[in-house]
């Protein structure tokens, strides 16, 4: 049973047959393929498309591995367009393909097309579509499930979901298969060979240790500041010898290109300027964060904030670390408008002095815009002092709009 990505798949229709690349982003096992292939191509079909209008090659598989020269590619995709009907080309994992920009580019522009690329590294990213596409690319970022799409799938006790959401993840794979060994093997074999694997082979990374180092002290770290140079101190005083800075911020680029890791930089909001020091790294999925790390460290707070974080950013909002003076902000996640939403994570604000630290950095930001407080306590209540707002986790991950109704 196919578990319904409904927002990505409205992205989908919505973009159909627009002169544009669709660009499908994500960590690899995230359901990009699935969504393409299976969902998408279920909705041509039922409205009227034929099948043979509809081209799919996936270049990680060996039976297209002839095809990851861009001449072969033209070729072949010329010899299959047999009429002057639209054909629907969907690529998997492009990036394997060098050149691929020319070939798509001109099948696009001369011919009866409709692309949609699948990709999970920075050859894809947004900030390249509209050099490698010449401002004809659209990029749609697909992310493990949301909370809302293992919810609908798993059924049962919402607060029991979140405890498994948070344990095993939300890769697709992981939600259908019942069996908690299993769900462990797969997560541990796409942790360490699909995606660490590949970025080793990928950019021929020679110190393999300090690569799965530099990985698991991030999963150690979510949701702390972290920057090369303490990264690389911290290593070192774990017994590795050989790591300096510049390797170490090669490495964060190679785990943040794969999306196996978000970065969140700090904005000093008084100042008005982001901080050049001590992201915070974000993993795209607590499963693999749990596998990669062998289920040590499971820190409920941290899960927390990470998954809050990934949904923003699921949600479309652009997400930053706040500096206010001498406090810390969990997040300013701001909307297409540009409108600011500052928000606080904590496990629980029933300790009067828990709930004093987490709103006091909210104190003197008299802008006008909303103070979130997103806890795991289940109150009714939702109004705080300083007109301040509350929320529980399940209410922020079950609404789409929970933020804009907050």
Not at 52 to 72: C, Y
Request: net charge negative.
């Amino acid at each position: 049973m196919l578990i319904q990505r409904k927002r990505l798949l409205d992205a989908l229709v919505r973009y159909r047959d627009k002169d544009l690349v669709k660009i499908i982003t994500g960590v690899r096992r995230s359901g990009k393929s699935v969504l393409l292939n299976e969902l998408f191509y279920h909705y041509l079909i039922d409205d009227g498309v034929q099948a043979d209008h509809i081209l799919k090659i996936a270049f990680d598989m060996k039976k297209w591995e002839h095809l990851r020269d861009s001449g072969h590619l033209y070729s072949y995709l010329l010899s299959q367009f047999a009429d002057d009907d639209k054909y629907y080309l969907f690529l998997d994992e492009i990036q394997m393909v060098d050149g691929f920009e020319e070939v798509l580019n001109e099948i696009r522009s001369e011919y009866n097309t409709d692309i949609y690329v699948t990709g999970s590294n920075s050859k894809l990213l947004s900030s390249d579509i509209n050099t490698i596409f010449r401002g004809r690319g659209m990029e749609i970022k697909c992310f493990p499930l949301s909370f809302q799409e293992f919810h609908s799938f798993r059924g049962g006790d919402a607060r029991e979901s979140l405890d498994e959401y948070m344990f095993f993840g939300s890769l697709p794979y992981t939600v259908t298969e019942p069996d908690t060994k299993n769900k462990r093997d797969y997560l541990d074999m796409v942790a360490n060979t699909v995606i660490t694997r590949d970025m080793i082979d990928r950019y021929g990374i020679r110190d393999e240790s300090l690569f799965r180092g530099v990985i698991r002290l991030l999963c150690s770290s979510i949701g702390s500041a972290v920057s090369a140079n303490n990264i690389a101190n911290t290593l070192k005083s774990g017994g590795y010898k050989t790591v300096d800075n510049e390797t170490v911020d090669r490495y964060l680029q190679h785990v943040t290109d794969a999306f196996l890791f978000y970065k969140a930089d700090r904005y000093d909001i008084k100042g008005k300027a982001y901080l050049k020091t001590r992201q915070k790294y974000y993993v795209c999925d607590m499963g693999l964060r749990n596998a990669l790390i062998l289920y040590r460290q499971l820190e409920l707070s941290r899960a927390i904030e990470n998954i809050i974080y990934v949904e923003l950013l699921r949600r479309g909002y652009a997400v930053d670390i706040g500096k206010n003076r001498d406090k810390e902000i969990d997040f300013i996640a701001r909307d297409m408008e540009g409108r600011r939403n500052y928000i606080q994570v904590s496990f629980s604000i029933e300790n009067p002095s828990v709930k004093e630290r987490e709103l006091s950095s909210f104190h003197g930001l008299d802008d006008g815009y909303k103070k979130i407080l997103i806890t795991m306590d289940r109150t009714p209540f939702s109004n705080l002092e300083h007109g301040y707002r509350l929320l529980t986790v399940l209410d922020f991950l079950l609404s789409d709009d929970s933020i804009e109704q907050a």
